[in-house]
Structures are given as structure tokens and as C-alpha cells.
């Protein structure tokens, strides 16, 4: 029933909003056409999220999932490669839980964030950190040392957004080192979700964390709050059980369509297929992940050969450091000269805006112009700067030109890595209207002639020296990589 009626909808979208003046040819025409049409995306998103369901990097539902990508794949008659990689640092919360005493006697919800430590009935006294600012930690003083230290975090709902999802990282990667340098037992943050809600984002130092670090229910956190700032005296009593430490094999899938005249010109167009598992991992980033799929699927349907070659990438390891799509760039190095673009998509379901270009300004004029195949579904806006937090980051390290789809936040941030983070967050229609923008996209860089050379170390480096992309790589726990020459473009 859904399905007939947005089927209509999308008729209507066809003839009202995408204006045939502005269609660049005959096979954009088709392909976004096909893109509109009755394509089994929601199927495919139900599959991935609902039954196999959240996808860590090092868990068996991560491996089902590759299982599951090479079969989409190879049923829609696209050549499809697995590439294995090392992941350096497993990490699986197993068991947690905490409770409060003292004063006053209760159970609190907690999930560690990865990479913390184990913690076996570690008992604390537990402090009001306030938010964890320089002032708070001169307040608490010698306190600090042993002591859990509960951080107060403001609300993210819709209404704040990507905005405070960015600052949430950028505190973490103040508050962890201050409260380590302070001596403390463990860092708890308030949830800033809603009500009970629960996520979970990476500790500030990545894999080389070496505390416990957890995250309270909001309406827990307040509770406990209120209580120390009436001077009660409490500690909270934790256990984390974690699998963690050693190195293992993860995959990319890799679906291709080898360009006709010529194929050694790579356009990469990719999403991570692997999630955080309290949810099942839909807006971030199944929703994406099925959208490529679909598009390589209707393209090879329709039969339509590009001028170059297609890859459409499903990276692995992404939430655990970015890893898939940077070891992508040690086992492609020969080949990078050669990648005209590489392109993440993964900010959920809401309406594609434009792109972010990465710090290369000559591709704003590249993608407006094959957006106009698409100019109904606009306006479309370019923004010039470079984002870490995705796939794309190593490629731009490696100097080869990259973007990021920019989607309006919806309710992405919301949602982020929360147990919300399932089938139903999908918006379905714009889902289908995002497909025809990444299609129009995609198949104006598979047909193009234009391209943009691949920049050294040093026009690497002046990019990140006239922009805020060390604090960035700071805040995703990806700069020593590039520091040490572990990551990265060094000739
Ligand atoms: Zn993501």
C-alpha cells in the first residue's frame, strides 16, 4: 500500500519537478527515470537493517552483511570484488552495567563507548564534572584523581542537528585527555539524547584509550545531577566486559562497471556498510549503501555503458577509525593518480543539498554542471571546505579529489549511532529523490573529460594549514596517522 502510493508520488516528482530542458542527454534521462521507478531499495534496506541488523566491524552480522552486498551485487549481473584488510584493533562491548550508591541506592543505564577499557566492579566516588570545561576540572582539584566524573552534555534533538553532533566530538576530544591528566577512575557522559536514549561515539583517543568511558541515560544523568548538587554523597559501581585488543580481517565489497572507452579512469562512488550496533545502523548508512547498489543496479539494467570506470565502494571499518577506506588507498596506491573522484555518501535520508568539495574549488563548477541534469529536485549549493569524519578523508590526504554528499540534517544527528538508528528513521521518497541525485552525479563523472590532478604533499599540507583540518583530524583520532606518515600522500 505504502509502496503504490509513493510510487504515484514519485510519478509526480517525475513530471513536475525535473524539468526536460535541463536533462544533459538521453541516458541521464533514463537513468533517472529508472531511479524513480519500481527498483527494490526499501526492500533492500529492509534486509540489511531488519534482518541482519547492526553491522560492527569484527562481528558476525558485519560478515553476513559482505555476504549479502557481493550477492545484491552479483544479481543484478555486476562484477563485484571482496577486498580483505587487516582492522587493527578489535573492540565488542559484551556486558554493562552500573549502578549508584551511597546517599541514595539505584541502577542507572549505561553503554561504554568504544574503545573503552574494561572495568570490573569498579567502585568510585562519583563527581558533578559539570561540562567538563578547564574551570570544572579547576574546581573539582585533587578530587578528580580515582574519582568518576559524570559530564553534563546539552540536548541533541532535530532542532540542534549536525552542529551540535561536531561539537559533541570536539568536547570529547578536550574533556578525555583533562580528565586522564587529572587521574580519574573513569569518564561518564550525560546522554544527550532525549529521555532514555542511549548512543554511542568512539573515545576520544580511538584504540589507544586506555580508560572507562561510559554513557548514562539522560533522565539517569539528571537524577544523579540533582542529587550532587544537593551535596549528596554517591559512587557509582560499574562493569564493563569488552573484547578487545587484538587485529582481525574485515572486507570491502566493490561493485564495478568498467568503463568503455576509457576504463583505467576511476570515478569511486562509496558508503560504509558497516554500523555501531545499538542500532541497526539505517540512516547511518544503510540508507546509503542501498541507494549505490541501486544505482549500479539500474544502470546495468538499462544496459548504459560509461566512458570511464564505475566503482561503487561499500567500505567496512569506517565507525572504528576509517580504516576500510584508508587501507582502499595503500592497495590502490598505483592506481590513485588515476581516481578522477572519490565520493562518500553519509549523512542519512535528508535532502541532498550539494556537495562538499573538499577544499578543491575547480570541482564546484564540475558538479553544478552535472547537477543541472537534476535542477527540479534543487536548489544545489557547493560547499568548499574539507570534512573528516567519513570515507573520503583518506583519499583527500592522498591528494586525490573527493566530496561529500550534503544532505540536510533531518533527523540524522538525532539519531546517530543511537538504538533509534533503525528501518522506520528512513525517509522513503527522499531516499528515492537522493538516488536521482547521486545518479545524476555519478554519471556525469563516469562520462566526463574533465578532471583535476591529484595533489602533492605539499599542496596537501597548505590545505591543512590554511583550513581547520588538524583539529578535525584531531577530533576523529586520525592525525597521528598522518603525522607519523602512516597515512596519507609523502612523496
Ligand atoms: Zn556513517
Keep these: 500500500m505504502r509502496i503504490t502510493i509513493l510510487r504515484s508520488l514519485f510519478t509526480i516528482a517525475a513530471l513536475t519537478l525535473i524539468s526536460p530542458a535541463a536533462v544533459a542527454n538521453d541516458n541521464t ?16 534496506l529492509h534486509e540489511l537493517t531488519d534482518t541482519i541488523g547492526g553491522r560492527l566491524t569484527g562481528s558476525a552480522a558485519n560478515r553476513d552483511a559482505v555476504a549479502w552486498a557481493v550477492a545484491k551485487f552479483r544479481q543484478a549481473g555486476i562484477s563485484v570484488a571482496t577486498e580483505d584488510f587487516e582492522m587493527p584493533y578489535q573492540w565488542q562491548e559484551k556486558v554493562v ?23 570490573n566492579a569498579l567502585k568510585a566516588p562519583l563527581l558533578d564534572a559539570g561540562s567538563g570545561s578547564e574551570e570544572d576540572f579547576a574546581r573539582l582539584g585533587d578530587a578528580a584523581d580515582g574519582a568518576w566524573l559524570l559530564v553534563e552534555t546539552p540536548v541533541l534533538d532535530d ?22 591528566a587529572a587521574g580519574v577512575a573513569g569518564v561518564v557522559y550525560m546522554s544527550s539524547r532525549p529521555r532514555n536514549l542511549l548512543f554511542r561515539h568512539n ?15 539522560r533522565e ?44 583505467d579512469e576511476i570515478v569511486l562512488f562509496g558508503a560504509h556498510l558497516d554500523s555501531h550496533d545499538l542500532g541497526t545502523g539505517a540512516l547511518d548508512n544503510g540508507v546509503n549503501v542501498v541507494m549505490l547498489i541501486d544505482i549500479a543496479r539500474q544502470i546495468t539494467r538499462l544496459g548504459l555503458r560509461p566512458e570511464r570506470t564505475i566503482r561503487f565502494v561499500l567500505w567496512n571499518g569506517e565507525e572504528q577509525g576509517l580504516v576500510g577506506s584508508w587501507q582502499y588507498t595503500e592497495q590502490h596506491e598505483a592506481e590513485l593518480d588515476n581516481h578522477i573522484v572519490s565520493a562518500s555518501f553519509d ?21 553544478d554542471d552535472y547537477l543541472t541534469a537534476v535542477a527540479g529536485l534543487g536548489p544545489f549549493h557547493q560547499i568548499d571546505v574539507p570534512l573528516v569524519g567519513t570515507d573520503n578523508f583518506d583519499f583527500m590526504i592522498e591528494g586525490v579529489p573527493n566530496l561529500i554528499a550534503n544532505q540536510s540534517d533531518a533527523n540524522y544527528a538525532s539519531n546517530y549511532h543511537a538504538e533509534s538508528d533503525t528501518f522506520d528513521k528512513v525517509d522513503q521518497q527522499q531516499l528515492r529523490l537522493n538516488s536521482v541525485i547521486a545518479a545524476a552525479v555519478i554519471w556525469g563523472f563516469a562520462n ?25 583530524m584531531k577530533n576523529f583520532a586520525v592525525w597521528d596517522g598522518w603525522a607519523d606518515g602512516t597515512r596519507g600522500r609523502h612523496e
Excluded at 534521462?29 to 533492500?44: C, F, K, N, S
Excluded at 559501581?237 to 570491502?252: H, K, P, R, S, W
Excluded at 549523512?347 to 558538479?367: A, E, Y
Excluded at 566526463?448 to 578535525?472: M, N, V, Y
Design 29 to 44: 534521462e533514463r537513468l533517472i527515470a529508472a531511479m524513480l521507478g519500481d527498483t527494490p531499495v526499501v526492500e533492500d
Design 97 to 119: 552495567y552500573a549502578s549508584v550508591s551511597g546517599d541514595i541506592d539505584f541502577g542507572v543505564g549505561v553503554v561504554a563507548k568504544p574503545f573503552s577499557t574494561s572495568a
Design 159 to 180: 532542532a540542534v542537528g549536525l552542529d551540535g553532533l561536531f561539537a559533541e566530538y570536539n568536547d570529547a576530544a578536550a574533556i578525555e585527555p583533562r580528565a586522564f
Design 203 to 217: 573515545a576520544a583517543l580511538g584504540s589507544r584509550n586506555e580508560h572507562p568511558l561510559l554513557v548514562m541515560e
Design 220 to 263: 539517569d544523568a539528571k537524577r544523579v545531577m540533582r542529587l550532587l548538587r544537593a551535596g549528596r554523597n554517591l559512587s557509582l559501581t560499574a562493569t564493563i566486559e569488552v573484547e578487545d585488543g587484538y587485529a582481525y580481517t574485515a572486507t570491502n565489497v566493490i561493485g564495478e562497471i568498467r568503463g568503455k572507452s576509457r576504463p
Design 347 to 367: 549523512i542519512g535520508s535528508g535532502r541532498t543539498t550539494g556537495f562538499f568539495t573538499g577544499g578543491r574549488p575547480d570541482l564546484v563548477s564540475m558538479v
Design 448 to 472: 566526463d573529460t574533465a578532471r583535476l590532478p591529484r595533489q602533492s604533499h605539499e599542496e596537501i599540507e597548505a590545505l591543512i594549514g590554511s583550513t581547520d583540518l588538524e583539529q578535525q
